[in-house]
């Protein structure tokens, strides 16, 4: 595949999307073809399924249920959007992957990394991305955003303070244990400083390791 995939990561609230954003207008700017997407989505029965997942019900989801449904809508994002991106020379970018899965349902949820890891490549063929960013926050900083932000919360958004500094440590765990594609960022920075070295690495590696 010729094409470059890039990834963000993080806790809800993060700054990723933000940050995403940013990314795809220097991109744009520099006239590359470029694919972006979300997780759970991408597809008309991905995004089906983010509904399911997403949506707040009387009825609690069990953990073994909700990784199955992140990871179907991964299978089908992964087969008709990112391969094909992918093998056309696009860079890919993507609001989260499967690294969402280990964090949230492997360290979050408690379910067996084994079992998450295996599950994980099955949806994805094996693919990774090239470069993943992980904006990490404190549990503090997140719940002062979240309230900032006035949103409605959707099911995920809802979890505990112990649910997500288990995500946050997990995702933390990762990135350590993935030092050639991880790149954490202190995502309490300003967004233009995070924005500069974000663009810093997407930039080296668009040019064959030359520096910015």
């Known amino acids: 595949m010729t094409g470059l995939f890039v990834t963000f990561e993080g806790i809800d609230f993060c700054g990723k999307s933000v940050q995403l954003e940013l990314l795809t207008q220097k991109i744009v700017n520099l006239g590359k073809s470029h694919l972006i997407i979300r997780e759970p989505g991408g597809t008309i029965i991905s995004e089906k ?22 990871s179907a809508a991964r299978a089908q ?17 993507c609001d989260r992957f499967f690294d969402s899965t280990t964090a949230y349902q492997g360290y979050g949820r408690g379910i067996d990394l084994d079992f998450v890891k295996q599950i994980n490549r099955m949806a994805t063929q094996n693919i990774l ?11 503090d900083e997140m719940e ?3 309230q900032e932000s006035k949103v409605i919360p959707d099911r995920m958004e809802d979890e505990s303070r112990v649910f997500f500094e288990k995500v946050r440590q997990g995702y933390l765990t990762i990135g350590s244990e993935n030092p050639e594609r991880f790149v954490i960022i202190d995502g309490s920075r300003k967004i233009p400083e995070i924005e500069t070295e974000i663009w810093k ?11 910015v």
């Open 49 to 70: 399924i983010r509904d399911v997942l997403l949506e707040k019900s009387t009825e609690k989801m069990d953990p073994i249920s909700e990784i199955f449904l992140y």
């Open 144 to 146: 002062k955003r979240k």
């Open 77 to 93: 994002l992964t087969r008709h959007k990112i391969i094909p991106g992918l093998q056309s020379g696009n860079i890919v970018i």
């Open 201 to 211: 690495h997407v930039y080296k590696y668009l040019q064959g390791g030359e520096d």
């Open 129 to 139: 991305p090239d470069i993943t960013f992980l904006l990490d926050i404190t549990i």
